[in-house]
């Protein structure tokens, strides 16, 4: 029990952001349990909850569309049916992303807790090991984060009904209802990615041990040099002479050949004489690991008493097999959680993703359309505005790209840990050590935590610059359609004074206006609409 | 011999044979049914209904149940058969391209749009083609259909008399399947037949639904490589569990169960350490079988693959294509066109997504038991061994269901087709936009050309 009290959930820190999801209805989980225990346990109520919150948005939201929608009554009634489907689309893509996140967070509700009692267990058995995870960090990170996505919120809302709305209508205020969807996104991704990093902390930690293990020898050996130069020599001439030579070619090269040459006469004798016979080319190799064990053991005491400090973990074999037994399940342990973690958010982290690029694209081609005074839907009519267009998109693409570096660190570190690993065996230099670090090494390789939507794509730089390279070349595509649309209505309302047939096209001019816009429009949905279509069928199976 | 009821193969009576057949092959049925003995239950008995039309339509040998765990090669008489079914598949497909070239089948391409007629013809000519591919590709790859399900058979086998355990195949999917190709295939002809206005003459009949057995009949094929590869993930699986036994969280329990409570029933508990040689052993044995099985699945299937998706990708495109071209027009919206686009789009993406979850899920249950490996943790260096050694072994080992080497079938596959198909609608729009607008006046409208086109090249450029 004593190991409990020291050893505390990560849970402790996310209690204001619970606060904040269970009051506004994402999460269902039973508050009163979360408050005593800092457990997440399940709540029938909440679940009733968060549905009822859920229409209630959806509701509203609609109103506020229905209300908007008047505003663009000239536009709808040119439009084609499709397009028009596409536009419904666009517009709801928010409410969608929401709705997933508040699904998803009924379907986990269960799962979750078992997670963070995972993160726990996992946490124990480092402190067992003496590596303590410094967990203040999170409270912190997740009070920027919450403060950073409010500011923005309430920043786009209320700059854009101060500078664009209407405001003796009534129901503009109806305006305030668009920002809820994108706000319980940001929470429910704030809590993910708090979490993602707690993960990263945790191989960090390993990561961090294997380190200073190294370190800790490399301190020691030196110290032992030091000794061994300043010391008699008289010792060192009755061993070999090869142990002075590779001395003097410096630690790291020195320490190759050392293995190498283990290695390969090793190898070469083990093949014939078997396991179990004593090899005498590695006992003259490793005499001098033993030697040097042997004197800072005789001169101890007649030395000042700094030099307990530089006793080595890695010069005993049997204890640190353990210990990197220990770290190479630790390891696997968080992997583990961090594929379960991935796997609970994979749909909405999938809406996330399509959202950021539709929206992405949207938003700066309606832009463009403002800057050309044309007309822009009325639920982007924050693009009228750069300043909040550019708040708007720093925010979005801040979501997005926050949660895939994050997911690429925490692969990169859990990746790193091999290299730690190999580093604490080159040091070291030992044969049986280095048969035990194969080994785990053998098994590290297999650990795999790789962070993905739905297995579509994997969340890395690489994706990120593939979704710059689609958003760009989409907007590039919109915007030549929109050039060439404005360059045949310029053409044919200077053909329409001189040829009577063009006379009837130039009067249609704004409904031509209209469907080119639409058909850009429907350019951009295209895209989406196969993203959907996908989704739905890997669903239906 | 050919076990299995004939009358599920005739369910949508597509088959056109003979009823002296039938009979025939109703009695071979009754032989059959007293000869192998009721209570062997094998996989063979899951997925009955499609192997009964895969016979019977000739792409798999008729093969004989020699013992429940046996099969052997297919007798004279039947060999006669599958033969003669196929010189009928292929009269019928030359009569088809025959039709389809000299102009017999005028009255199919009634759209009044030029290029919907021929998108709808190269439709039918790569429907063909598939299929032809498919039954060519079958028949000389025959013996090693055969030879996989005598492979997987043995494995069964092996792993009855180890563990006397034996495997739960999750096939009930297959039924589904054919059950939903057949109504929308029954579907889409009887759409297409109301379509027409004016009487149909024979020819016409005949390349309909010759065209939809064809397609019926691809489909089912792709149902039955993905049964295989759900049979080889459902057998991973069980290594993997009988592997997973031994990893150190499992062990872990084992030490508090016996400490707390002794007289625990044992069912549930993991297998003791000291067995783990021999059974981790009998698991590789296994996993190198099935991992060959694996591969000559892909191997025996991977150009019918290729050829299917990229029929189906064709047909989605061009039909997408031309539900939006029904809808925007809206002038004439048909409902028989836009169900018929629906019962398509519906039918090729079910396909898709079957084929590549369950290439997916081999593949990952194959992949998982290195990753179920790397968690045995034991200080006996005899044991780590074995484990060094499988572990070693699998760093090379490729494991991926590809398309004849085109490209890896997985759940990404589907993601890539679709954003492909997106692509390429874009483009047709813009190409139709362009002709319209050239209709709609054929002076001053120039400039519109150089950009559009240059956004498809643009976007072309950066897709690839």
Request: charged share 15%; hydrophobic share 45%.
């Amino acid at each position: 029990m004593s190991q409990q009290q020291t050893v505390q959930t990560i849970l402790l820190h996310f209690s204001e952001l619970f606060l904040l999801c269970k009051v506004m209805g994402i999460y269902p989980q039973n508050w009163k349990v979360f408050q005593r225990y800092h457990d997440l346990k399940k709540s029938n109520v909440g679940v009733l909850f968060v549905i009822f919150v859920m229409l209630a948005i959806v509701v509203l939201y609609n109103l506020l569309i229905f209300s908007f929608s008047e505003e663009d009554s000239t536009l709808k009634a040119s439009q084609s049916t499709l397009t028009f489907v596409i536009g419904i689309f666009l517009t709801y893509i928010g409410l969608i992303m929401m709705i997933t996140d508040q699904l998803s967070a009924i379907r986990n509700q269960k799962h979750l807790g078992e997670i963070y009692d995972r993160i726990r267990k996992v946490d124990e058995r480092l402190y067992r090991i003496g590596c303590v995870v410094n967990n203040s960090v999170l409270e912190l990170r997740i009070r920027i984060m919450i403060a950073l996505t409010f500011v923005c919120e309430i920043t786009i809302m209320i700059a854009a009904y101060i500078v664009l709305l209407d405001h003796t209508k009534w129901n503009s205020l109806l305006w305030i209802f668009s920002c809820l969807p994108t706000l319980y996104n940001s929470l429910d991704k704030i809590w993910f990615s708090t979490t993602l990093y707690a993960l990263q902390q945790r191989f960090a930690v390993i990561n961090r041990a294997l380190e200073d293990m190294v370190q800790v020898h490399e301190r020691y050996k030196a110290m032992m040099a030091h000794r061994k130069r300043s010391g008699s020599n008289n010792m060192v001439k009755n061993k070999n002479v090869i142990n002075d030579i590779l001395f003097d070619l410096g630690h790291e090269e020195s320490l190759k050949l050392n293995y190498l040459q283990n290695e390969l006469r090793g190898s070469g004798l083990a093949g014939k004489l078997g396991k179990n016979r004593v090899k005498p080319v590695i006992t003259v190799a490793n005499s001098m690991n033993n030697f040097n064990q042997f004197q800072s053991i005789k001169k101890q005491p007649t030395k000042s008493a700094i030099n307990i400090h530089y006793e080595s973990e890695l010069s005993n074999v049997s204890r640190v097999e353990d210990k990197l037994n220990d770290f190479c399940q630790l390891h696997d342990e968080i992997c583990e959680i961090g594929k379960k973690l991935n796997e609970l958010w994979s749909y909405s982290i999938l809406v996330l993703m399509a959202y950021g690029f539709l929206i992405f694209t949207a938003q700066l081609y309606f832009l463009y359309c403002a800057t050309q005074d044309q007309p822009i839907p009325s639920l982007f009519l924050s693009a009228k505005n750069a300043l909040i267009t550019a708040t708007f998109l720093l925010y979005t693409a801040g979501k997005c790209v926050y949660i895939i570096y994050l997911s690429w660190r925490t692969s990169l570190e859990s990746k790193h840990t091999g290299i730690c690993l190999h580093k604490c065996g080159v040091v070291a230099d030992d044969n049986n050590l280095y048969e035990i670090i194969n080994h785990l090494s053998l098994k590290l390789l297999n650990h795999s935590v790789d962070f993905t939507a739905c297995g579509f794509f994997s969340l890395d730089m690489e994706t990120l610059y593939g979704v710059a390279g689609g958003i760009t070349s989409y907007l590039i595509i919109l915007i030549q359609f929109n050039l060439a649309a404005q360059q045949a209505k310029d053409a044919a309302s200077s053909h329409g004074t001189n040829d009577p047939s063009q006379i009837s096209n130039g009067a249609d001019n704004s409904s031509e206006d209209v469907n080119d816009y639409s058909t850009a429009l429907t350019t951009l949905m295209t895209s989406t609409a196969s993203t959907i279509i996908t989704a739905s069928s890997s669903a239906l199976n | 011999m050919c076990p299995g009821p004939l009358s599920v193969s005739m369910k949508g009576s597509k088959i056109k044979q003979s009823p002296t057949l039938q009979r025939e092959n109703d009695e071979i049925v009754l032989d059959d049914s007293m000869g192998s003995s009721p209570k062997s239950k094998t996989f063979l008995n899951d997925i009955t209904s499609i192997l009964v039309i895969l016979k019977a339509t000739g792409l798999m040998p008729l093969y004989v149940t020699l013992t429940a765990y046996e099969l052997g090669p297919p007798k004279i008489l039947n060999r006669i058969y599958s033969i003669a079914i196929h010189f009928m598949v292929h009269a019928m497909t030359i009569f088809n391209m025959y039709m389809l070239f000299t102009g017999g089948s005028n009255q199919l391409f009634y759209s009044y749009r030029e290029t919907d007629n021929i998108n709808y013809w190269i439709e039918i000519l790569l429907c063909i083609v598939t299929y032809t591919t498919t039954v060519v590709v079958c028949s000389k790859n025959s013996k090693a259909f055969l030879k996989i399900l005598n492979e997987t058979l043995k494995v069964d086998e092996e792993i009855q008399q180890q563990f006397s355990a034996t495997i739960v195949n999750d096939c009930g999917f297959a039924v589904k399947f054919i059950i939903l190709i057949l109504i929308f295939q029954w579907y889409i002809v009887l759409l297409k037949i109301l379509l027409i206005n004016e009487p149909l003459t024979v020819t016409s009949y005949v390349i309909i639904s010759v065209y939809s057995i064809q397609n019926a009949l691809s489909s089912i094929f792709i149902v039955y490589s993905s049964i295989l590869l759900r049979l080889l993930s459902v057998r991973f699986a069980y290594l993997n569990s009988i592997i997973n036994g031994y990893t150190y969280k499992e062990q872990q329990k084992t030490r508090r169960f016996r400490t707390r409570i002794p007289t625990k029933d044992q069912a549930t508990l993991p297998p003791p350490m000291s067995s783990f040689p021999e059974d981790s052993l009998f698991a590789f044995r296994m996993y190198n079988k099935l991992l060959r099985l694996y591969k000559s699945v892909n191997e025996s299937c991977s150009l019918i693959l290729v050829v299917y998706m990229g029929y189906s990708f064709y047909s989605i495109t061009t039909t997408t294509y031309n539900l939006f071209v029904q809808i925007t027009t809206q002038l004439e919206m048909s409902l028989n066109i836009l169900q018929i686009c629906f019962a398509l789009l519906f039918s090729h993406t079910a396909m898709l997504a079957l084929l590549s979850r369950c290439s997916g899920e081999a593949t990952d249950q194959a992949n998982l038991t290195s990753q179920i490996l790397a968690r045995v943790y034991e200080k006996s260096k005899e044991y780590q061994n074995i484990v060094d050694k499988f572990l070693t072994k699998s760093i090379k080992q490729e494991m991926q269901f590809t398309a004849y080497g085109f490209f890896v079938i997985d759940n990404s596959t589907l993601f890539k087709i679709f954003s492909a198909v997106t692509t390429y609608l874009v483009i047709l729009i813009q190409f139709k936009q362009l002709e319209e607008s050239k209709l709609d006046d054929s002076g001053g409208q120039t400039t519109t050309t150089t950009p559009a086109l240059a956004s498809t090249a643009a976007m072309n450029e950066t897709i690839q």
